[in-house]
């Protein structure tokens, strides 16, 4: 008998933006379970990027804290709300954010410890 067993990480995730906050699915929040910060940058190739910054490493000042956004990571999702990094968010990649919820699929590149997030195409309801 073959079996196959299902795998939570093989899910997609998905990032959910506002204009307020921005929310990972179970599955996307993963990577961010054990931290309390992350960097948040745009690629070359424009995606964004999110990356989470160890307790150690916020605490001792390994990375400057005017570039850690706080997380806050729940049973099935996380987020980051700041108003202002929505904003930058949204004028760096022409988007415009609202109350309504506009979603982008996930990718989480482990080598690197990076969740990416292309911003150019939205993942449908």
């Known amino acids: 008998m073959e079996i196959k067993w299902f795998n939570e990480k093989k899910q997609k995730g998905t990032a ?3 204009e307020s906050n921005l929310t990972l699915n179970a599955v996307a929040k993963i ?7 992350v960097r948040v940058g745009v690629d070359s190739s424009g995606s ?3 990356k989470p910054i160890s307790f150690d ?3 001792k000042g390994l990375i400057p804290k005017e570039e ?4 806050v990571t729940h049973s099935s999702y996380a987020r980051i709300s ?3 990094l929505l904003s930058q968010i ?3 990649f022409n988007l415009q954010f609202s109350k309504e919820p506009t979603r982008f699929e996930t990718i989480y590149e482990e ?6 997030i292309p911003l150019n195409k939205e993942r449908s309801k």
């Open 82 to 84: 700041s108003t202002s």
């Open 111 to 116: 080598k690197e410890g990076i969740l990416i």
């Open 16 to 18: 959910t933006f506002y």
């Open 68 to 71: 850690c956004y706080p997380i």
């Open 90 to 92: 949204a004028n760096a």
């Open 57 to 59: 490493d916020y605490n």
């Open 48 to 50: 964004l990027l999110l």
């Open 31 to 37: 990577p961010f379970e054990k931290c309390e910060h």
